[in-house]
């Protein structure tokens, strides 16, 4: 079992910045797809970004540019760069893993999901 943990998260002013960072329990991580999703209250869960197995990375078309997802496979963590943020980016983040060989865009791709982390952005 793969157990995911989200940190990072907090509080921050519009225009600021935010790393958040993904450790994955598991010994095979690099063969693991790994996507950031995120809720706002009476949302749906959306994605964000995901870094392939591989590592080709791809990103929501609304925030490219802003946010930046890296992996380090020899610390077992992903982690997700958030600039110039708005108080619209405020949610739960989450971190997922996945190996069934889908879109790292799909929900579906995934079989562990974080517990999330909760980013505020204020105005």
């Known amino acids: 079992q793969v157990q995911l943990v989200e940190s990072g998260g907090g509080l921050v002013q519009a225009g600021g910045s935010l790393r958040l960072s993904c450790a994955h329990s598991?010994?095979?991580?690099?063969?693991?797809?790994m996507g950031w999703f995120r809720q706002a209250p009476g949302k749906e869960r959306e994605f964000v970004g995901g870094v392939y197995s591989g590592g080709r990375l791809y990103y929501a078309e609304s925030l490219k540019g802003r946010f930046t997802i890296s992996r380090e496979n020899a610390k077992n963590t992903v982690y997700l760069q958030m600039n110039s943020l708005k108080p619209e980016d405020t949610a739960v983040y989450y971190c997922?893993?996945?190996?069934?060989?889908?879109?790292?865009?799909?929900?579906?791709?995934?079989?562990?999901w974080g517990q999330g982390t909760q980013v505020t952005v204020s105005s």
């Open positions: 598991g010994r095979t991580f690099e063969s693991y797809d």
């Open positions: 997922a893993a996945g190996f069934r060989g889908g879109s790292v865009s799909s929900l579906n791709n995934y079989n562990y």
